[in-house]
């Protein structure tokens, strides 16, 4: 007999409950029940036969994969519930009623290019550091660097005891009180672009992500999303290595055609 069963942190990865990491949270903190019994890290089950339970709520197998696009404004926090009250990104977001979730983050003063989806595979693949996804963003600064401050950055720096990995860097435009650098990464550390310039001493006036891979944010307005197209989908998928599911994107095809349907 074929075994079924699958770790739960998949399960409730791929379903969109939350990343594999903070499922397994979910799982440590015994919010997790695999026919009415307490989960623990490491348990599998079979999705179309026990009754898994988060909070409570049945979880119910997800019947589409949604992926989006979303131009996040200044002072807004990359996540769907806050509670110290501040504004979301879910706050931008309305129509979807399947849950959805951000890939990665901005930090609050930044903008710029956010992707959402449900789909914890594909978030899995975008953020795992082994990926090497670049990440484009168009930074202001308050001086003019340094040849040598630019090559620094280039080569590497040394942030919280670990040596960043080397970054495309150039200059975008030059004025006589601001620089603005073009800047792509292919690693996702927190905050990671205001410790370089402030280990070198650069002040930042402004941060935007302006793509990931090789999907741009191009005209969307701030505050407003868009879902990606089957090409956007496909490319990010092939950036990450992961293979191509075409049951998986004709599902969001499919989805979308019925959104817009419902909403003439």
């Not at 793509?211 to 998928?237: C, D, P």
Request: hydrophobic share 35%.
């Amino acid at each position: 007999m074929t075994d079924n069963k699958i770790r739960l942190q998949k399960i409730l990865s791929d379903n969109g409950i939350a990343s594999r990491r903070k499922s397994e949270d979910l799982i440590n903190s015994g919010h997790v029940k695999v026919n009415g019994h307490i989960a623990k890290i490491g348990d599998k089950a079979d999705p179309k036969h026990d009754v898994i339970t988060v909070n409570g709520k049945r979880l119910i197998k997800k019947q589409q994969n949604i992926y989006i696009m979303l131009h996040k404004p200044r002072g807004y926090v990359t996540t769907m519930s806050d509670e110290q009250g501040r504004k979301c990104v879910a706050d931008l977001i309305h129509g979807i009623k399947t849950r959805i979730y951000p890939i990665g983050r901005l930090d609050r003063n930044s903008e710029g290019l956010i992707l959402l989806t449900n789909d914890g595979e594909f978030a899995n693949a975008m953020m795992h550091p082994s990926k090497h996804v670049p990440k484009t963003y168009r930074v202001t600064v308050r001086q003019e660097p340094t040849d040598e401050q630019l090559e620094a950055m280039r080569n590497g720096i040394i942030i919280d005891g670990v040596k960043t990995l080397p970054a495309q860097v150039s200059i975008h435009l030059q004025e006589p009180e601001r620089t603005v650098l073009e800047i792509v990464l292919t690693e996702g550390r927190n905050r990671q672009i205001r410790k370089m310039c402030e280990e070198l001493g650069l002040d930042v006036a402004r941060l935007r992500r302006i793509s990931i891979g090789g999907v741009k944010l191009g005209m969307l307005a701030q505050g407003k999303w868009r879902e990606l197209t089957e090409k956007e989908v496909a490319l990010l998928m092939s950036e990450t290595g992961m293979n191509m599911d075409k049951q998986k994107i004709d599902k969001s095809n499919a989805a979308r055609s019925i959104r817009r349907r419902s909403n003439r």
